[in-house]
């Protein structure tokens, strides 16, 4: 299973099998059950996890314990509290599952140890991060410039499969619109 | 000037007054006037502007030609389209200046090979991604979760001093809330 580690980072980089043993060592295999917490808001963050199988969500909550969903992870993302993680503070979101989830986590400091000891590692991370950073800007557009309609295709474009696999309220918690509009959006599909 | 990157980049990593010179070669000195474009939709975006003084904005125009603010940028910030310059395609946005502005401009070409050569270079641009990243999760945050009174603190303290330079209208198109719920959270300050 740990392949599909493999076949995420051969994406960018080319491994050795030596090479990708290595790699491999500094992870640590994890597996939780649907509605498993993996992050609790106010715990210290020790991992970034990278989804093998299962789906999981990060969100947080107003002050009016309203939920917001940041991120959803299927197979080959990876999901934590980016802030909390990499300055070690404590989380201000949750990350918990949709459905049963193996995951290979890795704490700061075994990823800081490899991006030190291998080049490639370094220009991996910096590709991901580079790649995460501007999915993340593509959000904020999303947010900021798009109607509900388009919110709900880029959704579709960006999560293929998802709608199947998740509660219409998560997705409209996710989108940033109500319930109702979401029932409007899909009966509209062909 | 230029000792502006360069404190910008010890923030980080330490550099000898060789090395500087070596990275500052790759930079490009641009100086650009109030309400010149810097990158204008549908062009290819050949650039990342690291801002010497001045203020800019990036920014979206969406079906029905309203613009929306993704970003202003003080001293100190980068700006640029991001996933235009790292993936060489056109233009979604626009990037415009609010007042006279100096830059230094780096190439895609130039920010990988500075990063090939120099590892601490590499490690910078590692880590400022990985800031930008964080960034824009709160920003996403603050869009999904945090009311207009949240989101207009939350702004207060990301760019100190800003609402001193931008009109209201602005300001009120980068926090998607309207003129008048802008006015009624001004106007409540002490």
Redesign the interface.
Known sequence: MSEKLRQHIEEIVTLTDEEFEHVLSHFTYREFLKNQYVIQEGDYVRNDYFVLSGLLKSW?I?DKG?A???LFATENWWISD??AF??QTKS?LNVDCLEDSKTLAISLENREKL?TEM?KM??F??RK??A???A??????S?????AKERYEYLQQQYPGLLQRVPKSLIASYL?ITRETLSRLTSQQP
């Open positions: 947080s107003d309203k917001h969903i940041v980016p802030q990499h300055n201000t991006c080049r370094e220009y991370f910096r991060t580079t995460g950073y501007i993340s800007q593509n959000r904020i557009l947010l900021i410039s798009f109607n940033g």
